[in-house]
């Protein structure tokens, strides 16, 4: 790609933030704003300080501004991977690089593990320049260790990262407390998924009950609770309304479960899984329930999902439910989210909404759609310059903005593909880097 | 070292070879022959087409002819004469997709405890199970793979121990028995597993190998063992000494050695490729393909040089150790080198899409240059999957006389929002996206929305 730069003292002026103290300009592409402007052929985006301080069709450049011709390219906001454990898992099989999953009794909701992330996990390099900017990190059920300890119906906190070089790594923390249902509710709970919805149900009403008696718990003066103080205090937000629930849930009648304990509680639901959600496309809509699903998942992998199908996204979106993928793709595969949203786009879900399932619809479902998600005057410069369709898997980020900074195109990935690209030498690999 | 290639013969002389090999029992068939007949087809010409042969060659408007289950013709304006017409204007069309390792049916959808059949995890070498005792016909995830344009398949036990048995191909047809599957005439494949599994599965256990040393003494130990059964058994042949005892391990291994049964190696390191190597010089063996090849790329050439397949992923990395040095330029890498590549599974949603998996192998080499056209590209799961397998003599590409496994797609296959329309084996319509109702539903997938691999 083309780069003008042309700069005066003046950009000096707007020297601020930990991001980019320059003024940029991209011009001449395709930009799907994702926000109320929708497409806008040939348009002009203003970057200042980081932030997003223009969009549209004929914007003037401001004087010095770094100029970048994007024409016929396609930019789109940031990519959102809804669901996984970047930063917090470095090799899947390798105990010691995972810290997603904890054991035994000690940890509920409240386990944090924004604390765990790693934010020179080479996992992030690898997921950006594919075009993911911000992430979900969350907790996450395992399998019983040796001691037979095993994980718990609430994982913990979930918190959103931007994964970039600069600033805060913490885009907004403990957005989410993950619950599990289904049959994997059932593995940690007492054998069945009705004993993890109890245990769930109890934890709810337990921090509606400390919230009005905290004073008097604090004294001595109140009964016991089913979960510790910690967990209690990453609950109260849950049943404010101020944080989300994530449930895991993929069959039709845990599903039904969800909206039932979201309206008993008032919470803010999500679905991850969601299989068979397609089956009450309208009663989520109706509860405001949001559902993160997997674009390619269509097999009934086990007896949640028989009816697990292709064209879930589109049926979900048509009705009106904010849809996300990442049920599949996540962590090392975080990038593949493009793959997922290109298969519900090949049955029958819009592009458009596709395209808001991998940017706006997680960064509404966590919160964060204030900083991020679309491309609109105020919001962080979370930008990809596309040579085509995003969607397509022969299609990639020729430019990855995050805050505003334009990241390095470099990976340990693309260190071994540089070095195994080379045949001329006559020394071994290890010589060429 | 003899290794059996089957040829593209006339096709009077495959019915007298198939004539020979049913032997004389009273279904015409030998004890775990195939029993797969071809379903009904009618001479029909698809025209108007872009064609990927799966030779290299791409034929722009151009015409695929099919008539007694076989490919008559491939070429611009052919006579249509009284043949059934299907007009595939802007539609593409390439061999059927082959899948080199799948465990479909041994680990089938849904994947309960009652269904787990891939692994014979009791000790590292089984070389006397087959796949295809395992084989479950009702997995809805053959149906799903059809829908993904998958015609053959070679179903494979896991990869647990050293020596995990043999594998069996298919012909991705609905059938009541594995028998009713089998691709007729297809050698079996042999299971062997490097690495981290291994040695893991028994040196957790407290048991050998517990090392990838004591992986690399547990093959040579087995080759040994097989070799000197052959001796026995040849010796036997000519009047020396007595025939031992029939040995179903041995018989495996042996196979090997006699060039009858292709090697199946999964795999993962470069240096435990290179390992591989020499223990199949030390035995006279042939490794037919390195399976899970997530660092071929760095032995390209050798692969190459010893006429092994490498059959990965497009980009999985990160799972484990062995793959942490996965990228997505594998391929790119290994076809620009002239090193048989193939794009495999290993995954019931995977298989629905190789040519998905290719597409991001063709992406991420644009991005440093290298320019992998679609009639390149296809390759991948058409012809040097069926050259792996020892059945590219009979299919695999689209030229006259080889079977008629063919798959017409809705546009370019490398495209996210192209899907397969039709898929024919042996000349016989078995899916037709545009009419599901004639497509096949497992026993399983009855009331569900699975009924036509999720996607009714």
Not at chain 1, 288 to 300: C, H, Y
Not at chain 2, 2 to 24: D, H, M, N, W, Y
Not at chain 2, 246 to 251: G, K, M, N, Y
Not at chain 2, 310 to 326: S, T, V
Request: hydrophobic share 45%; aromatic share 6%; with cysteine.
């Amino acid at each position: 790609m083309r780069t003008t730069i042309r700069m005066t003292a003046t950009v000096l002026a707007f020297a601020a933030s930990v991001a980019s103290a320059q003024t940029t300009a991209i011009t001449g592409a395709t930009v799907h704003t994702v926000g109320p402007e929708g497409t806008l052929e040939n348009a002009t985006i203003v970057i200042e300080n980081g932030r997003i301080a223009e969009v549209g069709t004929g914007i003037q450049v401001p004087v010095g501004a770094e100029v970048i011709d994007a024409s016929g390219k396609i930019i789109t906001p940031g990519l959102f991977s809804a669901m996984g454990q970047i930063g917090l898992s470095e090799v899947g099989a390798v105990t010691g690089t995972n810290d997603a999953v904890q054991r035994g009794d000690d940890f509920s909701a409240g386990f944090d593990v924004a604390d765990a992330y790693n934010r020179r996990s080479v996992v992030i390099p690898i997921s950006r320049i594919d075009g993911i900017t911000r992430a979900l990190i969350a907790p996450r059920a395992g399998r019983p260790d040796e001691q037979g300890n095993s994980s718990r119906v609430l994982s913990g906190l979930a918190s959103v990262v931007q994964l970039g070089d600069s600033g805060d790594y913490l885009t907004r923390h403990g957005v989410a407390v993950v619950a599990n249902l289904g049959e994997a509710g059932s593995a940690v709970a007492a054998g069945s998924r009705a004993a993890a919805i109890q245990e769930l149900r109890a934890a709810l009403a337990d921090a509606l009950d400390y919230r009005r008696n905290k004073a008097a718990y604090e004294r001595g003066d109140w009964r016991e609770y089913s979960v510790s103080t910690a967990d209690l205090e990453a609950l109260i937000s849950v049943v404010e309304g101020d944080r989300s629930m994530i449930f895991a849930a993929n069959r039709a009648s845990d599903i039904e479960i969800v909206i039932k304990l979201a309206s008993e509680f008032g919470l803010s639901a999500i679905i991850i899984g969601g299989a068979e959600a397609w089956m009450l496309a309208h009663e989520l809509a109706a509860a405001n329930v949001s559902v993160i699903i997997d674009g390619t998942a269509n097999l009934p992998g086990n007896f949640d999902r028989i009816n697990a199908r292709l064209e879930t996204g589109g049926i979900l979106a048509a009705a009106g439910v904010r849809v996300a993928f990442g049920a599949g793709a996540q962590t090392h595969q975080a990038r593949n989210i493009t793959q997922s949203a290109g298969n519900a786009v090949a049955n029958g879900m819009d592009w458009d909404a596709a395209l808001e399932a991998i940017t706006l619809a997680p960064a509404e479902m966590y919160g964060v759609d204030g900083e991020v998600g679309s491309i609109e005057p105020g919001k962080s410069a979370d930008l990809i310059i596309w040579g085509a369709d995003p969607l397509e898997l022969t299609s990639y980020p020729e430019q990855v903005f995050i805050q505003g900074e334009s990241i390095p195109l470099e990976s340990r990935q693309t260190l071994l593909r540089d070095r195994y690209l080379q045949t001329d030498t006559v020394q071994p690999p290890a010589f060429r880097h | 070292m003899k290794i059996l290639r089957i040829t593209v013969l006339p096709l009077s002389l495959l019915f007298l070879l198939a004539a020979c090999e049913q032997g004389a029992d009273s279904d015409g068939a030998a004890p775990w022959s195939s029993r797969y007949t071809p379903l009904p087809s009618v001479a029909t010409i698809l025209q108007g087409a872009t064609v990927l042969t799966g030779t290299g060659e791409r034929i722009d408007n151009a015409d695929v002819v099919m008539d007694g289950g076989k490919i008559i013709a491939v070429g611009p304006g052919l006579d249509a004469g009284s043949m059934t017409v299907v007009d595939a204007g802007g539609m593409w069309i390439t061999p059927g997709v082959i899948d080199v390792h799948s465990h479909l049916g041994v680990y089938p959808s849904p994947q309960v405890n009652a269904h787990s059949d891939g692994n014979e995890a009791t000790a590292p070498n089984t070389a006397e199970v087959w796949a295809e005792h395992s084989v479950w016909p009702q997995d809805p995830g053959f149906v799903a793979a059809l829908a993904g344009g998958v015609t053959s398949m070679q179903i494979l036990p896991g990869s647990a121990n050293l020596f995990g048995g043999r594998g069996v191909t298919l012909k991705n047809v609905p059938g009541q028995s594995v028998q009713e599957m089998m691709f007729p005439g297809a050698p079996h494949g042999l299971k062997m597993a490097c690495g981290e599994n291994p040695k893991r599965v028994y040196g957790s256990r407290g048991t050998s190998p517990s090392t990838r040393m004591g992986n690399v003494a547990g093959y040579r130990s087995a080759w040994i063992a097989a070799d000197d059964y052959r001796k026995k058994l040849a010796a036997a042949e000519k009047g020396r000494g007595e025939a031992p005892l029939r040995d179903l391990q041995l018989e495996t291994l042996a196979g090997v050695l006699d060039g009858e049964i292709l090697v199946h190696n999964h795999c993962y390191r470069a240096d435990e490729m290179a390992v591989m190597i020499d223990i199949a010089k030390e035995f006279d063996y042939k490794i037919s393909a390195f399976h899970h090849a997530v660092e071929a790329y760095k032995v390209a050439d050798m692969l190459r040089e010893n006429d092994i397949c490498a059959a990965i992923w497009a980009d999985w990395y990160g799972f484990k150790m062995e793959a942490f040095d996965g990228i997505r330029e594998n391929a790119a890498i290994l076809d620009r080198a002239g090193t048989c590549t193939v794009m495999h599974s290993d995954s019931a949603i995977g298989i629905q899409r190789l040519n998905q998996e290719s597409a991001k192998v063709i992406g991420a080499a644009a991005k440093v240059g290298i320019d992998i056209a679609p009639e390149r590209a296809v390759r991948w799961f058409t012809s040097n999957a069926a050259k792996a397998l020892g059945i590219d003599g009979v299919t695999g590409s689209l030229e006259p006389g080889k079977m008629a496994d063919v798959t017409v797609w809705s546009g370019n296959p490398f495209s996210v929002y192209t899907k397969a329309e039709r898929v024919y084996i042996d000349g016989a319509l078995v899916y037709d996206r545009q009419n599901p109702d004639v497509n096949p539903v497992t026993d399983f997938s009855l009331g569900t929305s699975a009924l036509h691999g999720g996607a009714q």
